[in-house]
T-cell receptor, first 110, second 111 residues
């Protein structure tokens, strides 16, 4: 079992839709999670990071951690074509190393 | 504000040739530095990380090496490239309590 798993997609939604991106993790010892956005042929950009359970909101983005189910989610409200990218989740483990999911490709159709 | 640079942006090298990729960070001191490789359609694989000058930890045994000659400079090298070394190489920096921040990447094609 991979430490962080993510559905690769692709996920296609119409403009304005609410997008839900999800990951599962296996190691409960580490409770620091991050979401990155990566445009094609670019480096990943840190969107949000959260600690332990609960929600964190930043503009149209909400990150959620559910410790009981080992599930992390990123919600995008009022999705825009400019949100089309690959979204990577990550768990920060020992010595601050990040364990990444393989990424979900999102396409927002105008 | 902090900035991270990588060069070159694109590189095509023959099998057996040497490699040197450079990464520099501005606007921060004593950062943790990381090298990742991203193969097509796959996630990010951590190759090396460094917590200080001259301190390098290797995550994956391979024909690559890394060095940190200065506080904000991180270099990825190889003496002889293999076809399997092709990929997108990303440098990142971070501190203990923050996420990691990535550079623009170097796309390496070994022919």
């Amino acid at each position: 079992q991979k430490e962080v798993e993510q559905d690769p997609g692709p996920l296609s939604v119409p403009e304005g839709a609410i997008v839900s991106l999800n990951c599962t993790y296996s190691n409960s010892a580490f409770q620091y999670f991050m979401w990155y956005r990566q445009y094609s042929r670019k480096g990943p950009e840190l969107l949000m990071y959260t600690y332990s359970s609960g929600n964190k909101e930043d503009g149209r983005f909400t990150a959620q951690v559910d410790k009981s189910s080992k599930y992390i989610s990123l919600f995008i409200r009022d999705s825009q074509p400019s949100d089309s990218a690959t979204y990577l989740c990550a768990q920060r483990g020992a010595t601050n190393k990040l364990i990444f999911g393989t990424g979900t490709l999102l396409a927002v159709q105008p | 504000s902090q900035t991270i640079h990588q060069w070159p942006a694109t590189l095509v090298q023959p099998v057996g040739s040497p490699l040197s990729l450079e990464c520099t960070v501005e606007g921060t001191s004593n950062p943790n530095l990381y090298w990742y490789r991203q193969a097509a359609g796959r996630g990010l694989q951590l190759l090396f990380y460094s917590v200080g000058i001259g301190q390098i930890s290797s995550e994956v045994p391979q024909n690559l090496s890394a060095s940190r000659p200065q506080d904000r400079q991180f270099i990825l090298s190889s003496k002889k490239l293999l076809l399997s070394d092709s990929g997108f190489y990303l440098c990142a920096w971070g501190t203990g309590d923050s996420g990691q921040y990535f550079g623009p990447g170097t796309r390496l094609t070994v022919t």
